[in-house]
């Protein structure tokens, strides 16, 4: 009996051995997507059965990515902490809030949503797309300047995000906000600033808690409020106008 005891002992500390080694001491951080075309590039053989099997599916993925809705002046990237792209999202979401009836003071539009850069020239809906592949729409929130304050705070310890013309912040290298100005006035503690974002950062994501203070939202939820319809429409309107996008380096965010 002993023995079977013994053994049974011995049968259980091996199993957890077993199970201590096995587990893993891993966590997903981050999970990231690309678009890579698999084209003459990649393929200089391509398969002529797989390519005949391919062929109504590419139609139709096609006819839905491939159509052009404008056009880039120059190559843009999202980078902080102020890039091209990342001042041209937050611009072209304060050139929407007209239709919603708006006037905010300013935008903001996080680094880490913007999942491609824009190439110079002909851009189509499926680059769009690859920019903006979330189904993130856009809001209106308001916050008190000293709410404003804190968010730039948050946003100087990310080392900057998306923000648009007319908002200056300086900030030091270790993330510290030194300063903070909107259209060229610091900023009041005791007034209002109405805000334009996506809903994600509304609802006080990516750190930017200080989006959880707002009142008076305004989030329109149907799906032609997702922020690559609206980045869609601004493109287009350019490209009827005869006008390539374009976006330029303000010292938005500047590292003191």
Wanted: some cysteine; aromatic content about 8%; overall charge neutral.
């Amino acid at each position: 009996m002993k023995e079977s005891r013994r053994a049974s002992l011995g049968f259980l500390l091996s199993a957890l051995v077993v199970l201590s080694a096995c587990s893993s001491h891993y966590a997903v951080t981050r999970v990231e997507r690309t678009r890579i075309v698999v084209d003459s590039r990649y393929d200089r053989q391509p398969d002529a059965q797989a390519q005949t099997f391919i062929a109504p599916f590419k139609q139709q993925v096609d006819s839905v990515m491939g159509p052009v809705v404008g056009t880039a002046a120059r190559d843009m990237n999202a980078d902080r902490p102020e890039s091209l792209l990342s001042n041209l999202l937050p611009d072209i979401l304060m050139w929407a809030a007209a239709k919603y009836g708006e006037q905010p003071d300013l935008g903001v539009y996080n680094i880490g949503g913007i999942r491609a850069a824009l190439s110079k020239g002909p851009v189509t809906y499926g680059d769009v797309l690859d920019i903006a592949p979330f189904e993130n729409k856009i809001c209106f929130i308001t916050l008190s300047g000293d709410k404003l304050l804190e968010l730039f705070a948050q946003i100087a310890r990310r080392g900057g995000e998306g923000l648009s013309h007319g908002v200056q912040l300086v900030i030091t290298a270790d993330g510290k906000l030194v300063s903070a100005m909107v259209n060229g006035q610091p900023i009041d503690p005791t007034r209002s600033y109405r805000l334009t974002t996506i809903d994600y950062l509304a609802q006080g994501n990516d750190g930017m808690t200080a989006f959880k203070a707002g009142t008076n939202l305004n989030a329109p939820a149907d799906e032609s409020n997702n922020s690559r319809y609206i980045i869609i429409d601004y493109f287009r309107q350019l490209q009827a106008q005869g006008k390539s996008v374009d976006a330029t380096l303000e010292d938005r965010v500047k590292v003191q």
